[in-house]
């Protein structure tokens, strides 16, 4: 089954710097989500970006989608130290009628203050 | 947590033995998932549900049933409990099928 699977898989980072993460996929799409887990918490949806969409923001997040080369990033601007999460990635396939959400095995970001 | 109770919160059982974990939601949302999470694996699906007696298998559902009575609970049933069900369990909703979805708090169960 399609399955996201972000890189890098860890990432430190200093209070105020900006954390990259990417997320790959391997079939076609109907959207992406970015979802955020604090340890012991369940998920948090961040932010949907749809197949016919390269960029989006929310506050401090920006995602862009490369239908091209099956990928998308994930930036967070000006890290705080509550930012220290995992980040997951999770593809919806474009197949008709699939209602299910294919998660990556996520990043683990520590932002240090 | 959007609505969304799971219960227990935590359990530890043993090995055969039957286990019931509960999802509730006041949304009143069609789509509900249940997933497990486990080191190096992620977040995998087990079964889902896209209406009252509605459901349908996800990537891991042998050794697991659900059942959905109502719009508002959605059950996973371990039969047999083994030890590699030990895991964190995560149930969720969304509105529309494969759109964003919104997690409960999870449940933590040790299987001996």
């Known amino acids: 089954s399609q399955q996201g699977e972000e890189d890098p898989q860890a990432l430190s980072i200093q209070e105020g710097e900006n954390a990259t993460m990417n997320c790959s996929y391997k079939?076609?799409?109907?959207?992406l989500q970015w979802y955020r887990q604090n340890s012991g918490r369940g998920l948090v949806h961040l932010i949907l970006?749809?197949?016919?969409?390269r960029e989006k923001h929310s506050g401090r997040l920006r995602v862009t989608l490369d239908t091209s080369k099956k990928s998308s990033s994930l930036l967070i601007t000006a890290s705080r130290a509550a930012d220290t999460a995992s980040y997951f990635c999770?593809?919806?396939?474009?197949?008709?009628?699939?209602?299910?959400?294919?998660f990556g095995k996520g990043n683990q970001v520590v932002v240090i203050p | 947590d959007a609505g969304i109770t799971q219960s227990p919160r935590h359990k530890v059982t043993e090995t055969g033995t039957p286990v019931t974990l509960r999802c509730h939601q006041t949304e009143n949302h069609r789509y509900m998932y249940w997933y497990r999470q486990d080191p190096g694996h992620g977040l995998r699906l087990i079964h889902y549900s896209y209406g009252v007696k509605d459901t349908d298998k996800g990537e891991v559902s042998d050794g697991y049933s659900v059942s959905r009575s109502k719009t508002e609970d959605f059950l996973l049933t371990l039969e047999s409990a083994t030890s590699s069900q030990t895991s964190v369990y995560f149930c969720?909703?969304?509105?529309?099928?494969?759109?964003?979805?919104?997690f409960g708090p999870g449940t933590r169960l040790l299987v001996l």
């Open positions: 969720a909703i969304s509105i529309q099928g494969a759109e964003t979805q919104y």
């Open positions: 079939t076609s799409i109907n959207n």
């Open positions: 970006i749809r197949s016919n969409e």
């Open positions: 999770a593809t919806a396939p474009g197949a008709y009628g699939n209602n299910r959400l294919a």
